[in-house]
């Protein structure tokens, strides 16, 4: 850590380490608001000002990048349980929106494998994100999603068999 470069109400936080993650994080936020950009920047300050403010705090127990992933999820949780007519009100809309300033850290959806991913149960198509695109452990990823880690890896396990099946039965190969 730079001297100066840790937060006052999270000490264990560097301005430095979070713009190092930030397009990863800004993907995963997209990822949970469906990849519409407005709402996923809307969540990504909210998930800063939880960080920034000590609300969420952070106390080394696991990586900053499973961290502020979870401040993440966990927020998107709560909040589009709460706000789903905006959600669609965004999304009629998200074409008239300017374009965003950071650019996400986003899965290669031109890659023949993204078809069978997106066509997973949303909880093992969470953790191939997590784990391949977001390069986090099954172990970080659990945490994320809020499972015990034998869940996480009954889930990797599940969409690597789903996949593998997916993969054979369209005649793509695997890699």
Same mark, same amino acid.
């Given at each position: ?29 997209? @990822? %949970?608001?469906?990849?519409? &950009?407005?709402? !996923?920047?809307? $969540? ?6 939880? =960080? /920034? ?31 789903? @007519? %905006?959600?669609?009100?965004? &999304?009629?809309? !998200?074409?008239? $929106? ?6 996400? =850290? /986003? ?69």
């Amino acid at each position: 850590m730079r001297d100066g470069d840790a937060l006052d109400n999270n000490p264990h936080v560097s301005i430095s380490a979070l713009e190092a993650i930030h397009g990863q994080v800004y993907g995963w936020a997209l @990822s %949970r608001c469906d990849f519409n &950009r407005a709402a !996923a920047e809307d $969540l990504m300050q909210q998930a800063y000002v939880e =960080v /920034l403010s000590g609300n969420a705090r952070f106390n080394n127990k696991s990586s900053l990048k499973t961290f502020v992933f979870g401040v993440v999820e966990n927020l998107a949780r709560s909040r589009f349980r709460r706000v789903t @007519s %905006r959600l669609r009100l965004l &999304r009629e809309h !998200a074409g008239s $929106l300017d374009g965003a300033v950071v650019e996400a =850290v /986003l899965p290669d959806e031109g890659h023949s494998i993204w078809p069978a991913v997106k066509a997973l149960p949303p909880r093992q198509r969470d953790i191939i994100e997590l784990v391949f695109c977001r390069e986090l452990t099954i172990e970080e990823a659990s945490g994320v999603m809020g499972v015990s880690i034998g869940a996480g890896r009954v889930h990797y396990d599940r969409a690597k068999k789903a996949l593998r099946m997916r993969l054979r039965e369209t005649g793509v190969n695997e890699e």
